[in-house]
């Protein structure tokens, strides 16, 4: 038995057909990636000189779509001061003037979101917190050239906390910083955890908050930059800090 359709049948069924293939590929479009955070790290610009600094972020590129790649960046000295910040939309470079001295450390974080790409079954938001210093090499005898060289954190996933809310300073202060021997921390909470990690990301030191307030021996850490972390009781951020020991 032959079987024929009704060219309106036809016709329906070819309409429907190109609809369906079209959602599929319609949908496949809004398909959209990231790497992981840990596979982005900052870089320093060639043009960069003593008092011009520009950084090159490549999560624009590893993130798609880029036009919704929104970077909040912050620059600080080691008092906390704010040097330079800025929010950058679909911009992987950022370039600014300062006055700091070049014996003393710049800090800076970014904070990459993207609220169309995915990432580990959440929206992006990858953060990077890093320092800068001047390091002069001797080329050849007696003639030395100078350039910001970052300590080579990589960027960390908070997509799953709040965002730069949950790791701001807020209320929480460290003093000295630089520290040498001891740290004061303030503004903890009533309890949790205190937790110090090096940039590699592992823990150097962990401690239960019972107190506002305490004050860190630091003897047995060697110079360099620590992020400091505190977790409430369910283990949860709360807030994260650097913190530089030099000696």
Not at 1 to 20: E, G, N
Not at 144 to 153: C, D, E, I, M, N
Request: hydrophobic share 45%; with cysteine.
């Amino acid at each position: 038995m032959k079987i024929t359709f009704h060219p309106l049948a036809q016709r329906a069924s070819l309409v429907m057909s190109f609809a369906f293939f079209g959602m599929v590929h319609w949908a496949a479009a809004q398909v959209t990636t990231s790497v992981d955070c840990v596979l982005m790290g900052l870089v320093v610009n060639v043009g960069s000189q003593e008092n011009d600094i520009s950084l090159y972020h490549p999560g624009g590129y590893l993130t798609s779509p880029p036009s919704e790649n929104t970077m909040e960046w912050l620059f600080t000295d080691s008092e906390g001061n704010v040097i330079y910040e800025e929010t950058l939309v679909n911009e992987n470079f950022v370039s600014f003037n300062h006055s700091v001295p070049l014996m003393d450390t710049i800090f800076v974080s970014v904070l990459l979101t993207n609220d169309s790409a995915v990432l580990n079954g959440n929206p992006v938001a990858c953060w990077i917190e890093d320092y800068l210093v001047w390091v002069e090499t001797e080329v050849i005898p007696g003639t030395f050239v100078g350039a910001w060289t970052l300590g080579g954190s990589v960027g960390q996933d908070v997509s799953e906390t709040t965002g730069m809310t949950a790791l701001a300073p807020a209320a929480l202060e460290l003093y000295p910083q630089p520290a040498s021997d001891r740290l004061t921390l303030a503004g903890l909470p009533a309890s949790g955890q205190l937790v110090i990690r090096d940039l590699a990301g592992q823990t150097v030191h962990l401690q239960q908050v019972t107190s506002p307030q305490v004050v860190l021996d630091l003897a047995a850490l060697q110079p360099g930059m620590y992020v400091v972390q505190i977790l409430n009781r369910a283990g949860e951020p709360l807030h994260a800090r650097r913190m530089v020991v030099a000696r």
